[in-house]
């Protein structure tokens, strides 16, 4: 339970750093993502959800006896 809470915690972190480091670029790409069809926008989702199950499949595997 206590990874799950902290994969959270770096997701708002890095989330965080980039609305604080760039929110200009923020806005741009929430205004581009508003134009976009949903199909595309899912796609995209769908496309960064497989390459999270992949970091994390990697790490677990190469990195779990360092």
């Known amino acids: 339970m206590s990874e799950i809470i902290t994969a959270i ?15 200009g670029g923020m ?3 929430l ?8 199909d595309k926008i899912r796609n995209t989702g769908l ?6 199950v992949a970091v994390v499949w990697l790490a677990r595997t190469f990195l779990a006896g360092s």
Not at 31 to 38: E, F, G, R, T, W
Not at 47 to 52: F, L, N, P
């Open 31 to 38: 205004a581009m993502m508003a134009d976009m069809p949903d």
């Open 27 to 29: 806005k741009q790409i």
């Open 9 to 23: 915690g770096l997701v708002l972190v890095i989330e965080g750093l980039a609305y604080a480091l760039i929110p």
């Open 47 to 52: 496309v960064a959800v497989a390459a999270g």
